[in-house]
Structure formats: C-alpha cells, structure tokens
C-alpha cells in the first residue's frame, strides 16, 4: 500500500505512511479502535478497481465504506453491533444542514432552559449562576464528593474554577433523584468499577439527560428525530462520570507547579470511573456535539456518496450468505482483537438510553473472554473460519483481502491467522503501521497496549 493523491487509480502495496488524525466526518460519534482514513483509503485504491464492489466484513463505525464511496468504489459494511451501524449510516447518509438545525432549536426551545435550571448555582455576587463543570474527588472507596465547580454568572461575569469548602459542596451535588430505566446490570464482556449504567452518570446528568431525549422523542418529523438521537448519543460519553481530569499534562508528576485541571474524555475500553472526574453540563455536551455533527457533515460532500454505499446489520456470516455468489472485487476485515475491545458491552451504555438494549446481541459476539482460557481462544477461532469462509463466496476468483488487527498475544495472533487460511486465503505480505498518536491505554499502561496496527495482504485462492 502507498501514498497517493489520486484516489482513482491503482496502487503497488509499498511501505504504508503513519495513520493521519481523523478528519471532521469521523469525529462526530465515538466508536472505538476507528482505523485512519487514509490508511483505509489506501489499502481500498490498491485492492479495488475504480467502481469496483468492497465488502466491509466487521465495518464498525464505517470507515471503509465511506471511503470506498469518496474512491468512486461501493462499499458494503456489515457489522453485528447496531450502534456501529448506527454511527456508520448516520455518517454516510447525507442530510440537510438547515434541517438539522431547525430540528436542534426545535429540542433547544422545548427543554433548554428546564435542563440548564438543573445546573444553578448561587454565585458569591448574589446572582444565580450556572455550572458548566464539576469535579468530583474519590474521598473512600466508590464514596465522591464534588471538590471544584466552574460555572458562568451573568451579572459579574465570573467563570471560576472555585474550589469548595464543605459547607457548600451540596449546592453542586444534584437533586438525588434517578431514572429507573437505567437500572440495567453492565455487560461482563467489559471490565466495570460500578454495576448498572445508571452509576455511570450523575443523578443531575440523569435528570438533565432525560430532559433531551424526551424532546427528541416528540419530534414530528422521523428522520430528524433519528438525527438528534445520532447527536445524543454521541454526547453521552463526554456527560457521563467515565471523563477524567488531566492534572499534568506535558509535566511531570513531581514538578512543584500549580496544578490546573483540565478536561478529559472516556479514553479507556472499560467502564471505570477515575478517582478523579468530571462532571460535564448536559447541555453544554448536546450542543456541542451538534456543532461536530454539522462540522461533519459538511466534510463529507452528498454529491461524493450518495448511492455509493450501505450497511446490513447482523451476524457477519449470516449476512454474507445473503449477498450474490462472487459479487465483491475485495474484502476488508478489521476482526475483533480476541476481546481486547468488548464492542456490544461497551455499547450498552448507549443502547440502554435509547431503549435498544435487546438488539445487543451477546451470543454471537465475535469475541475471546479473557478468563476463558482456551475455551474461548477454539470459540473464537472457530467464528473467524465460519465469517471468513462465508465472505470468501461473495468475492471474484483473485480478490483481493486486506486484514488489520491489533493484538499482543501470540495465541490469539496464530488464531486469526489459521483461519483465515482454513478459509481459503492466500498470505501475500504485512507491514506495522504506527499510529497517528500514542493511544490514551498505552500512556496509561504502557505493557498492556500494542502501538499500531499490523496489515495483513491474502488473495482469495
């Protein structure tokens, strides 16, 4: 694979440049282990002609159909997880802009002001002010207090931090009230410092988001009550409790310097709460991720994409079998990583506030439960040779197969590898490809994390 400015024309797999950053189209919605857009784009110019057919086995957030699309190829994704699918269609799909935003206000002047009254709080000048961020500190085990607010007065312009002394920490603490549908027990596939999803958020996070998503629910029109459901979800993360504070940034840990606390993000595959977190205003989160969602969309030109593309969701095999015998010119496989990333326990979060948490379908999750020695290393292999095989009928006679994956362990590397040969394709060559940027797992545990991905050529036998 190579470098090349014209996306149209073949290329000869030499070595592959660093990963980019994600452009706008692929920073509206969080999705994990999202592969780099011109890596992907790359590796589709050198296995498919030009208005060639790429099938996308284990699509994810959709990377590789989108950029089939801006290659003038058609891609087919398919992914069991429905909000992959989800983040995926929504970045496909064009929308109008002035639609988007009448939808927006519409939510805006339906529950804005009753979600930021959940966030009030008595400035020192008198006047009510209101919070846009509060940290909270672990004083005892899973036991938080919150310690520093930052918040916006409209009379003396004050914006804080504040830090608070322990008479007025129950003026940031919220209203101690909850939303019962969130009682839902966490997936054991992902690793959890808390039980159910509703401690994943604040009760005033709870509250407030609620506040939004039944005014999304009373939308008129379908298709923008779908897109406003796009851009809540995509703010859940960033208003939930799993957004940690960056206290030393680019200094090191003993440097005797004023400590300045600064915003985080859920960066870390697992469901556990910092010791020290954020809590982020609600709103502040949905309304700033509607201006990603347009910044996004207007990266990705309708006339580019439209038709050029679809998405299936369901179990990779079964989908296969569905699709024409022979109808693909390559496939492109980014497999799961034997459990590393527990996608369908990961997405739960999102699948329990927009009530589609049954559709989360576990039992056939490609995956390796770590704890299931090997067990699950035979069950995992085995899902790869049935997936495998029933994407190699739908590909032409030579076709093309371009495989990335990320994974320390030797036993689960011999894994993807004997089946993909069990299913019938070649190995022609791979390369390592680092990263755009250290990933947040590896600054944290540096032993636990590989650096980029390795890419894998096969030709179909």
């Known amino acids: 694979m190579s470098t090349i ?4 024309q073949p290329a000869t797999p030499l070595s592959p440049p660093r990963g980019e950053t994600h452009p706008p189209r692929y920073l509206m919605h969080k999705y994990w282990s999202r592969k780099a857009h011109n890596l992907v784009r790359d590796a589709l110019v050198w296995g498919c002609p030009p208005g060639g057919r790429v099938l996308d086995l284990f699509c994810g957030s959709g990377v590789a159909t989108v950029e089939a699309a801006l290659s003038g190829r058609h891609g087919v994704g398919i992914d069991l997880n429905p909000l992959a699918i989800h983040i995926a269609r929504h970045t496909l799909e064009p929308v109008d802009p002035a639609l988007l935003r009448a939808a927006f206000d519409r939510v805006s002047r339906a529950c804005r002001d009753d979600v930021l009254s959940l966030y009030a709080f008595p400035c020192a000048c008198g006047s009510t002010a209101t919070l846009s961020h509060v940290i909270w500190d672990e004083f005892y085990t899973q036991y938080y207090h919150p310690s520093q607010v930052k ?9 804080g931090p ?6 007025r920490r129950d003026e940031a603490r919220g209203l101690g009230r909850v939303i019962p549908r969130l009682k839902v027990s966490l997936h054991a596939s992902a690793h959890q410092s808390v039980a159910t999803v509703d401690e994943l958020f604040t009760e005033r996070a709870q509250l407030a988001l609620e506040e939004i998503y039944q005014s999304i629910s009373e939308l008129p029109d379908r298709v923008m009550r779908d897109w406003m459901r796009f851009v809540f979800t995509a703010a859940l993360p960033q208003a939930s409790r799993l957004v940690f504070v960056i206290d030393h940034r680019g200094r090191s840990r003993s440097a005797p310097v004023k400590r300045k606390a600064e915003l985080g993000s859920w960066t870390i595959p697992n469901y556990w709460i910092p010791k020290r977190h954020f809590e982020v205003n609600a709103w502040q989160c949905f309304e700033q991720r509607f201006r990603k969602v347009l910044r996004g969309k207007a990266d990705l030109p309708a006339e580019r994409i439209s038709g050029s593309g679809r998405f299936v969701c369901g179990d990779a095999a079964e989908a296969c079998r ?3 015998e022979q109808s693909f010119d390559m496939l492109f496989a980014d497999p799961p990583y034997g459990g590393a990333v527990p996608y369908l326990g990961l997405s739960l979060m999102w699948a329990v506030w927009t ?16 704890s ?25 006679p030579g076709a093309a197969v371009v495989v990335t994956f990320n994974q320390k362990r030797a036993d689960v590397w011999q894994a993807l590898e004997s089946a993909l040969e069990e299913a019938g394709y ?3 060559g791979r390369h390592h490809v680092p990263g755009a940027r250290q990933s947040a797992k590896s600054l944290l545990v540096p032993e636990g994390s590989m650096q ?8 179909v036998e």
């Open 426 to 428: 070649r190995a022609e």
């Open 452 to 459: 980029g991905d390795v890419w894998m050529r096969y030709r």
């Open 151 to 159: 918040y916006n007065c409209p009379r003396c312009g004050k914006r």
């Open 355 to 370: 009530e589609e948490a049954e559709s989360l379908n576990f039992a056939r999750e490609i995956t390796m439960p770590m």
């Open 372 to 396: 299931n020695g090997k067990t699950g290393l035979a069950r995992f292999r085995a899902q790869l040779v049935e997936a495998f095989a029933a994407a190699r009928r739908v590909l032409k």
């Open 5 to 8: 400015a014209d996306a149209t």
């Open 162 to 167: 504040l830090h608070l002394e322990p008479g």
């Open 322 to 324: 569905a699709l024409p």
